[in-house]
């Protein structure tokens, strides 16, 4: 019969193994998010724009990224860009820039769908007083797209929360992998992954409540 | 020189021939209704004028600046060309201040101070100063037409445009608008306005164009066109709208 045993993880292990890998999942969130909401806005820009030469490129984009498995697109970005720049890029830094494309693409759907949610004359109201293209999308679409589709922006980071564990495909050093390490190093495996998918759990399920208390906000303001 | 000079303009949506060599013009400090048939092309025809909607042949002056031109710059036309919606379209994530200083900081470049200062003004003027800090969704529909009018104002615009103004609004909320309206018109602005409100265009209209299936029908001066249309169609259509 299995036994469990919580006593190895004191705060000292918890310091030790844990918090860096906690904050790189963390870092590795917020950098995503922040990066792919901006690329992705420029793609939902560009797919919404009239010409095919902005659209093509954009569209192919965020359906290839959207058909490919995210650990393969890590895999693969962290084996073949040190061949094509000549030096590793280390896992974490590869785990950064392949997140943030990759989200891009799901942020940019998002983006699109909160951009068609505005109306034409909302459009028409910022030309016709003779703002230029980048004002009335900067000033009057975009703030209330974005607004619009808080709740969704949100709920996809809550799911790329959840993906940084794939980071474990090339060896980054993130929440799993902090308790992975301590698990072996304790002998302590089915503790260690116990405490890690309750951990992911309280934090995914805190946040969707939040969001939740969010989307009913803004349908009261609306 | 007209205010507005519209000549032989003609507009296709794909195969669908919308506008029909319109010729018409709007000289400075006159009013003209246009009116007609829903599908007629009045709002198209309107946003030809400062260049929300791009047409084929023709041109169009305003002020003496060609819109159809590909070198005139117009956002810096339109700057200067008040427009109001039939929607009101103000910007519902902003303040009511700030829908009337945003285009004046941005575009006009002028300072947030000024801009606000301008902004109260003539929101005064429309009778809606205790608003200023509420949001576009707090104000009913008359308000909003009103705050849209005043945000127009707010650019010292040459001349205004109105695409059916009062279409959206309760009718108790209409005379509201309408009295603002009146007001400017009085004052001598050139306005452009697309509405059923005869009693406004007998009030204070120079004329009345008429448009049917995309082409301008009836251009008169407004004791012709409501004594006498010389046209059916626009003779049958003012029935229709007088007499309900
Ligand atoms: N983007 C578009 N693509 C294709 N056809 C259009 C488009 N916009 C308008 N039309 C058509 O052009 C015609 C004129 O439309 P417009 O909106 O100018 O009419 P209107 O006189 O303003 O009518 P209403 O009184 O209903 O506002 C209509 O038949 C309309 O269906
Ligand atoms: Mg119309």
Redesign the pocket.
């Known amino acids: 019969m299995l036994t469990l045993d919580f006593a190895f993880l004191t705060p000292a292990v918890i310091s030790g193994y844990i918090v860096k890998g906690f904050i790189f999942s963390l870092q590795l969130t917020l950098i995503a998010m922040l990066g792919g909401i901006i690329l992705g806005t420029l793609l939902a820009l560009m797919r919404l724009s009239s010409k095919p030469w902005l659209i093509l490129p954009a569209a192919g984009y965020v359906n290839t990224m959207r058909s490919v498995p995210l650990v393969m697109v890590i895999l693969w970005f962290f084996l073949l860009i040190p061949l094509v720049i000549g030096r590793p890029l280390g896992a974490e830094v590869s785990a950064i820039i392949t997140f943030t494309l990759f989200e891009a693409a799901y942020y940019s759907e998002i983006m699109r769908a909160g951009i068609q949610s505005i109306s034409r004359g909302q459009v028409a109201a910022g030309y016709a007083l003779g703002m230029s293209y980048r004002q009335t999308m900067g000033l009057i679409v975009l703030p209330q797209a974005f607004r619009n589709m808080l709740p969704v922006l949100l709920t996809q980071t809550i799911i790329l929360f959840q993906d940084t564990s794939l980071v474990y495909a090339i060896g980054a050093y993130d929440l799993l992998k902090g308790f992975e390490i301590a698990g072996k190093n304790f002998n302590r495996p089915v503790e260690t992954y116990l405490v890690a998918a309750v951990l992911y759990f309280v934090i995914s399920f805190s946040l969707s409540m939040l969001v939740k208390k969010l989307q009913q906000r803004i349908a009261i303001i609306r | 020189m007209p205010m507005i000079e519209m000549k032989n303009v003609s507009k296709w ?1 794909g195969e ?1 021939r ?1 506008l029909t060599e319109c010729t018409t013009q709007v000289e400075k400090g006159e009013v003209i209704v246009v009116c ?1 048939p ?8 309107i946003k030809c004028v400062n260049g929300l909607e791009l047409f084929q042949q023709g041109d169009i002056l305003v002020n003496g600046i060609s819109v159809g031109d590909t070198k005139t710059n117009l956002p810096k036309l339109r700057a200067r060309v008040g427009m109001v919606f039939q929607h009101f379209e103000l910007f519902p994530h902003m303040t009511i201040t700030e829908n009337l200083s945003i285009a004046q900081i941005k575009v006009l470049g002028r300072s947030k101070d000024e801009a606000t200062e301008r902004g109260l003004k003539l929101l005064e003027r429309v009778g809606l100063k205790e608003q200023a800090a509420k949001h576009p969704g707090q104000l009913s529909g008359g308000q909003q037409q009103r705050v849209a009018i005043a945000r127009a104002l707010s650019m010292d615009p040459i001349c205004m445009l109105f695409d ?1 103004p009062t279409s959206a609004l309760d009718p108790e909320m209409i005379n509201e608008v309408l009295d603002v309206m009146v007001e400017l018109a009085q004052e001598g602005m050139t306005m452009m306005v ?1 509405t059923h409100e005869m009693g406004f265009a007998h009030k204070v209209a120079h004329r009345v164009v008429f ?1 049917d299936q995309g082409k301008i029908v009836e251009d008169d001066k407004k004791d012709a066109f409501f004594g006498s249309p010389r046209s059916e169609r626009a003779q049958q259509f003012l029935s229709k709208i007088l007499h309900h």
């Open positions: 949506y669908f919308v007609g829903s599908g007629s092309g009045k709002s198209t025809l059916e697309v448009m």
